[in-house]
């Protein structure tokens, strides 16, 4: 049997490939582990630090964001507290009464001030039972204390007691500071 050299190169090339597939194999496993040890660290550093397995560093964190955002809060209510904000009730309360058998109309522009704007939108929600009231104790006025500055003075904090017993029926919290007739005719 004699065997010429085209042989020779065809056996040389076989036994190439033969011991480079054990080598690639090598790689690709080498590479396929590391990567799932990547990811394995990573998503255990993750559940570490947010608490899910019991870290000091996440009990650390997140009790230091817990008092960064109480401090931030009470310093947006310190914020909000020193600014005083007011609402305006439109259309203005228009009431007629009987004084001395006479027919009489009473119109109040009325705004109330607070320190809190979360009770402005509690304002709105209750405006309703707020003109309700304020119309009724409107309406049994007399022209003779309209007329006067202390009569004046004392509807004005009737109306700001009526205001308050409402939202603090409805809220819990009296609310507003204080109440202006910001137009008051009668006629």
Request: net charge negative.
């Amino acid at each position: 049997m004699a065997i010429n050299d085209d042989d020779l190169e065809l056996d040389s090339e076989a036994e190439a490939d033969a011991a480079s597939t054990p080598s690639k194999m090598k790689k690709i496993i080498i590479f396929a582990t590391a990567g799932i040890l990547v990811v394995g660290l990573a998503v255990g550093a993750t559940l570490y630090f947010t608490g899910v397995l019991g870290g000091d560093a996440a009990t650390e964190v997140s009790e230091d964001a817990a008092s960064e955002d109480a401090a931030e809060e009470e310093k947006a209510e310190a914020e909000v507290a020193t600014d005083t904000v007011y609402h305006k009730f439109k259309p203005a309360f228009v009431v007629n009464f009987e004084d001395k058998g006479k027919l009489r109309f009473l119109q109040i522009d009325l705004s109330v001030a607070t320190k809190l704007p979360s009770v402005i939108d509690a304002l709105k929600n209750h405006e309703p039972v707020i003109r309700n009231n304020l119309v009724l104790l409107y309406s049994s006025q007399k022209a003779d204390e309209l007329n006067s500055v202390e009569g004046k003075e004392l509807l004005r904090k009737q109306t700001r007691e009526a205001i308050q017993k409402i939202m603090k029926d409805n809220i819990g919290n009296a609310g507003i500071d204080e109440v202006f007739f910001t137009g008051f005719v009668v006629q």
